[in-house]
């Protein structure tokens, strides 16, 4: 994702799937990979090099 390619704004920590989709310039991802575990689901959105990482819908973790 390029955080300048628009006027949206990047991703925030706490920020839930459907605002970094339609609130920031990454958008939707390439693909999504899904894990149901006992504490909920755990999702891990793959932007070519960059990853966004969920729990229960929450952005957790960001790596660029």
Do not use: C
Not at 21 to 48: A, C, F, L
């Amino acid at each position: 994702p390029n955080p300048n390619s628009s006027d949206k704004p990047g991703v925030k920590i706490g920020m839930t799937s459907k605002q970094v989709t339609e609130q920031t310039s990454w958008g939707k991802p390439d693909s999504i990979n899904r894990i149901t575990m006992v504490r909920g689901i755990q999702e891990h959105w793959v932007y070519g090099g960059s990853h966004l990482y969920f729990e229960n819908g929450i952005l957790t973790a960001i790596q660029d």
